[in-house]
């Protein structure tokens, strides 16, 4: 992904939403232990579904690049 001008690996989450899902919430966090998960992750993309059936697709990718001996995690948190 290019940030800022540079190329750069990076841990990224996509997922698909209902649109008029009233009421849910949903938060991609990023852990580098499993233990303990920040939500500071950046969107990169949120795209309509070209079917019109009222989803959106949105990418996220983590607040810092990967390196070699990085160990970095993602979860999508979705709550009523």
């Known amino acids: ?3 800022g001008g540079v190329n750069r690996d990076y841990l990224t989450l996509t997922f698909q939403r209902q649109i008029a899902a009233d009421g849910t919430s949903h938060e991609v966090e990023f852990s580098t232990d499993l233990v303990n998960w920040t939500s500071d992750g ?3 993309n ?3 579904s070209g079917n019109d059936d009222g989803f959106v697709t949105e990418t ?7 390196s070699a001996d990085a160990r970095l995690f993602a979860r999508l948190r979705v709550q009523d």
């Open 42 to 44: 950046v969107l990169v």
């Open 1 to 3: 992904i290019n940030v």
């Open 60 to 66: 996220w990718r983590a607040p810092l690049s990967t």
């Open 46 to 48: 949120q795209a309509v």
